[in-house]
């Protein structure tokens, strides 16, 4: 069974820069042709694609985020990393990693919990 966990500070400062983990567990980031994913929902808002790092550590970002986004891994501890920079209060919401099979080409199936993240002086 493949577990995530997201993990980082529930409040940050506009301008500043929000940084997220996702700990992996159950299977490895490193398996072929899956994907890794960071999604966020704001407040009144759908589910946004943010980005994502796929088995050979390249990296895809949304094109109205990718100036500001940077996501990475750490293979030793099964874990990836979401940067965003320079962020407003329209950057608030609840932030998920989540995997897939393939890129864009079908469901994620397995999800974390979700993590709050509030931009706010």
């Known amino acids: 069974q493949v577990q995530l966990q997201e993990s980082g500070p529930g409040l940050v400062k506009p301008s500043q820069t929000l940084s997220l983990t996702c700990t992996v567990s159950?299977?490895?980031?490193?398996?072929?042709?899956?994907?890794w994913n960071w999604i966020r929902q704001s407040p009144g808002k759908g589910l946004e694609w943010v980005g994502a790092?796929?088995?050979?550590?390249?990296?895809y970002y949304a094109p109205s985020l990718e100036s500001r986004t940077s996501i990475s891994r750490d293979t030793a501890k099964n874990q990836f990393t979401l940067q965003l920079t320079s962020v407003t209060p329209e950057d608030t919401g609840v932030y998920y990693c989540?995997?897939?099979?393939?890129?864009?080409?079908?469901?994620?199936?397995?999800w974390g919990q979700g993590t709050q993240v509030t931009v706010s002086s």
């Open positions: 790092i796929g088995y050979t550590g390249k990296t």
């Open positions: 159950g299977g490895s980031i490193l398996t072929n042709d899956y994907y």
């Open positions: 989540a995997r897939e099979y393939g890129l864009g080409v079908s469901e994620y199936d397995y």
